[in-house]
């Protein structure tokens, strides 16, 4: 029944060696984004695809980039972690981006740990 | 520009009572307002919305939020606590003549007490 479906749950990495978080939705659904969430705090967002078209946030690091090979998935690639990256990536969907009323769905995260 | 404000980083209440966690909102047109719920190293679920309409809008597990334009506020409200309800709220915004991303607010962590 999972709608937006996050792999894997739980990512240990080490510093600066590459690392690649996924998402895959059932919805169809024409946006996805990718939130980047510390201890308790409010998900921040990176970026997010409205169908092919990539949005980058302007304060979103280099060290972070994002691939949708197609409308069901979604890839968040960290090319050198740092310790400060250690979080919890949220990958969310919504559609009809220009209606604004419209909710997101989230995936259940993945925990980022960088040792 | 839109933004939101929860002034409490903690509520806490004892089940069985009444339970309130606040929002403020600021946008240049009007507000598209949200609720989600984030239990223990979950993703956020959606609660509720206001759109247009009634100023109590209803949502699941029995939350309701009242939207007042004059105060610019969606509160979140329970009548009666659950020990179940225990986790992060997060009060979201999206102006109707802005983007479509919402804007978070920093979340209320509710502490509901046996």
């Known amino acids: 029944d999972a709608m937006v479906i996050q792999n894997p749950r739980y990512q240990v990495t080490q510093f600066g060696k590459p690392v690649t978080l996924s998402c895959s939705q059932t919805l169809n659904h024409n946006v996805m984004y990718w939130y980047q969430q510390k201890s308790s705090q409010a998900p921040k967002l990176l970026f997010h695809?409205?169908?092919?078209?990539?949005?980058n946030e302007a304060d979103t690091p280099d060290n972070f980039q994002s691939r949708r090979p197609n409308t069901s998935f979604c890839f968040l690639d960290i090319r050198s972690p740092g310790l400060g990256d250690a979080a919890m990536y949220l990958c969310?969907?919504?559609?009809?981006?220009?209606?604004?009323?419209?909710?997101?769905?989230f995936g259940s995260g993945t925990q980022l740990s960088v040792l | 520009a839109q933004s939101v404000a929860q002034p409490e980083d903690q509520v806490n209440v004892a089940e069985g009572n009444p339970l309130t966690v606040k929002c403020t909102y600021s946008v240049s047109g009007n507000p598209y307002l949200f609720w989600y719920v984030q239990y223990p190293n979950r993703g956020l679920q959606f609660l509720l919305k206001y759109i247009t309409g009634d100023n109590l809008v209803k949502g699941s597990y029995g939350f309701e939020a009242e939207f007042n334009k004059s105060q610019t506020s969606f509160h979140l409200k329970k009548p009666s606590a659950l020990v179940s309800d225990s986790a992060l709220y997060f009060c979201a915004v999206r102006d109707t003549r802005g983007s479509y991303i919402p804007t978070f607010g920093r979340g209320t962590s509710l502490i509901v007490h046996p």
């Open positions: 969310a969907t919504s559609s009809r981006a220009g209606v604004t009323n419209e909710k997101l769905f």
């Open positions: 695809y409205y169908d092919k078209d990539f949005n």
